[in-house]
T-cell receptor, first 115, second 116 residues
Framework: GESVGLHLPTLSVQEGDNSIINCAYS??????FIWYKQESGKGPQFIID?????DKRQGQRVTVLLNKTVKHLSLQIAATQPGDSAVYFC??????????????FGKGMKLTVNP | EPEVTQTPSHQVTQMGQEVILRCVPI?????FYWYRQILGQKVEFLVS????????KSEIFDDQFSVERPDGSNFTLKIRSTKLEDSAMYFC??????????????FGPGTRLTVT
């Protein structure tokens, strides 16, 4: 397995529990935020996004909350399943109007779901 | 469902050699990106490409790196003279358009580059 590089924070939950993964972003000019899931050996997979004119957005079993005052983003996963086990990254983007299309990724959190 | 594809999945090369990493973005997408992820670390932006030219690049993307869209479907990343520290997972991504406030970027499965 992977054993070098930054130590990833880890969240372990029981199957069926709700999970909350948090992220602090740094750029107050960012106006688009995305949560990605990355399984071992694969590319980041889009989960849900939110624009800065919203503070909450819901998808299937997932909810993203945005608090611009404290520059905080969270991902809530309801009824966590073993297939949710992965590393989760938040990413921010300033958009074309902000002068940048690049995604700036956070450090990631490893979610482990125990059956 | 359309997806971004990348080849090869794993490339091993000797230091100083040139490598070309290949990507086929989703067909109706207009923006293309390369990111890299050093083992165990976060994903880092390298370059974005639109309308046949680089629109933004990071400080990592120095003169050793270049990108090209040689035809209507491929998007390549070339590293002219690889260094040990270029060893990483390289991800290609594409997005449909920018609505002025970000758009979902779809990532490929990555190419693992190992420089020995």
């Amino acid at each position: 397995g992977e054993s070098v590089g930054l130590h990833l924070p880890t969240l372990s939950v029981q199957e069926g529990d709700n999970s909350i993964i948090n992220c602090a972003y740094s750029n107050s000019a960012s106006d688009y935020f995305i949560w990605y899931k990355q399984e071992s050996g694969k590319g980041p997979q889009f989960i849900i996004d939110i624009r800065s004119n919203m503070d909450k957005r819901q998808g299937q079993r997932v909810t993203v909350l945005l608090n611009k005052t404290v520059k905080h983003l969270s991902l809530q996963i309801a009824a966590t399943q073993p297939g949710d086990s992965a590393v989760y990254f938040c990413a921010e983007n300033k958009g074309v109007q902000g002068g940048s299309e690049k995604l700036v990724f956070g450090k990631g959190m490893k979610l482990t779901v125990n059956p | 469902e359309p997806e971004v594809t990348q080849t090869p999945s794993h490339q091993v090369t000797q230091m100083g050699q040139e490598v070309i990493l290949r990507c086929v973005p989703i067909s109706n997408h207009l923006y293309f990106y390369w990111y890299r992820q050093i083992l165990g670390q976060k994903v880092e932006f390298l370059v974005s490409f639109y309308n046949n030219e680089i629109s933004e690049k990071s400080e990592i993307f120095d003169d050793q790196f270049s990108v090209e869209r040689p035809d209507g479907s491929n998007f390549t990343l070339k590293i002219r003279s690889t260094k040990l520290e270029d060893s990483a997972m390289y991800f290609c991504a594409s997005s449909e358009f920018t609505s002025g406030s970000g758009d979902e970027q779809y990532f490929g499965p990555g190419t693992r580059l190992t420089v020995t």
